[in-house]
């Protein structure tokens, strides 16, 4: 499983996360470079079902990266993110996906090692998971 290199999807908030992101490239810390970043204007614009396309196209884990509590720039759009992937995470283990291969948490502008942290982390959670195979499952069942 060492040279297992997982694909790691991580939404990011334009305003809180992506700006950590980009933040840690120019401060050059590193973080795995298998996590790839896809910006959003907001945490609460991620659809439940953008995750599950992730995880359908060969995502071994998924995070989704918001601005703190407060901080939301569309005053609660990180809340409703919350909400709704509570719900996600139940679902996912009735599908048969590991709930420790989907995170939702927070990045401010300035927590450049937060980012790297948590790409690390979750890049040596899914490392230990190892490959996610949704193999045998109706593609209706994960859509
Ligand atoms: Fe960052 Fe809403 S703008 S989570």
Known sequence: MDDFNPAIIAFVCNWCSYAGADK???QKLPYPSNVKLIRVMCSGRVDP?????????????????????GDCHYR??????????KLLERMLSQLGIE????????VSAGESA????????????????????????????VA
């Open 76 to 85: 609660n759009g990180n809340m409703k993110a919350l909400r709704r992937f």
């Open 49 to 69: 079902q953008f995750v599950m396309k992730a995880f359908r196209e060969g995502a071994d884990g998924v995070m989704v990266l918001g601005c703190h509590p």
């Open 99 to 106: 709930k420790e291969r989907f995170k939702l948490d927070w």
């Open 114 to 141: 937060r980012f790297q942290e948590l790409a690390k982390k979750m890049t040596d959670t899914i490392k230990k998971l190892g490959p996610l195979h949704l193999r045998g499952m109706v593609e209706s069942e």
């Open 24 to 26: 840690a490239g120019g």
